[in-house]
């Protein structure tokens, strides 16, 4: 018995009259559904086809798996700081504004 169910039963145990779902029996008979997944379902059960009509070209069938490089391999770098990008645009402006000088004044 699972420690959990144990536990469920210490808390509340089946009170007189009420039954515990233990005793359940397999189906009397079974029949092969047709469908290859599916196995064999009850008798009294009917498997339906989804659609009867329905068809898949088997050339268009590609066999094979994707996997996901970014999810399982890419390692993010951490973001510059404020002050960091900051002090980038600064220079940037201050090397243009020394080559407009140049062209303007030379």
């Known amino acids: 018995m699972s420690s959990t169910r144990a536990k469920l039963l210490e808390k509340s145990p089946p009170q007189e009259g009420q ?5 359940l029996k397999p189906y009397p008979a079974y029949k ?3 469908v290859e997944w599916l196995g064999h379902v009850p008798e009294h059960l009917e498997v339906l086809p989804y ?3 329905a068809w898949y070209d088997p050339a268009g ?5 994707e996997i996901n490089f ?3 391999f890419y390692k993010p770098k951490a973001l510059r700081t404020l002050e960091e990008i ?3 645009l600064l220079a940037v402006e201050r090397e ?10 030379g």
């Open 19 to 23: 039954r515990m779902i233990t005793n």
């Open 32 to 34: 092969d559904s047709c």
């Open 51 to 53: 659609a009867p009509d």
């Open 61 to 65: 069938v590609k066999v094979g798996y």
């Open 70 to 72: 970014n999810r399982y």
């Open 86 to 88: 900051r002090a980038d």
């Open 96 to 105: 243009a504004e020394g080559l407009l000088a140049e062209i303007l004044g």
